[in-house]
């Protein structure tokens, strides 16, 4: 009888010991959750102080601001504007060139027309 109640006491204290274990891992495993969170919470707030002085940055009157100061612009006046009779006239357009490729093919090749695409000329 002395045996059983020796056994016994050892199996709680093997429980008891692993039960701590378990608590200890589990309140590691929070500590690491709640550090995570907070990492989170410091990143979002740091994303949204940049997106806040992106957009600071970007108003428009900020810029333009800059610009009248550092820059030495001037309003367009309406003499700067030309008539489309100054303009030079477009160049004529290049005649096509031959496919060196398709003359080495073309002579005496019957032409295969793929299914992905159709022939331009030929009814569907």
């Known amino acids: 009888m002395r045996i059983l109640n020796i056994l016994v006491i050892?199996?709680?204290v093997v429980a008891a010991a692993?039960?701590?274990k378990i608590k200890f891992d589990s309140t590691l495993q929070a500590e690491r959750v709640a550090k995570l969170r907070h990492e989170l919470?410091?990143?979002?707030?740091?994303?949204?102080?940049l997106r806040a002085e992106w957009a600071?940055?970007?108003a428009p009157l900020r810029i333009q601001g800059l610009a009248e100061r550092h820059?030495?612009?001037?309003p367009v006046a309406s003499t700067q504007f030309a008539n489309f009779d100054n303009l030079p006239m477009r160049p004529a357009p290049a005649p096509?060139?031959?496919d060196p490729i398709a003359s080495v093919i073309a002579p005496g090749a019957p032409r295969e027309t793929t299914g992905s695409i159709g022939n331009p000329g030929a009814p569907r």
């Open 71 to 74: 820059l030495k612009l001037k």
């Open 18 to 20: 692993y039960v701590y």
């Open 56 to 58: 600071k940055l970007q």
């Open 96 to 98: 096509p060139q031959e």
């Open 41 to 49: 919470r410091r990143e979002r707030d740091a994303v949204a102080v």
């Open 10 to 12: 050892a199996a709680l």
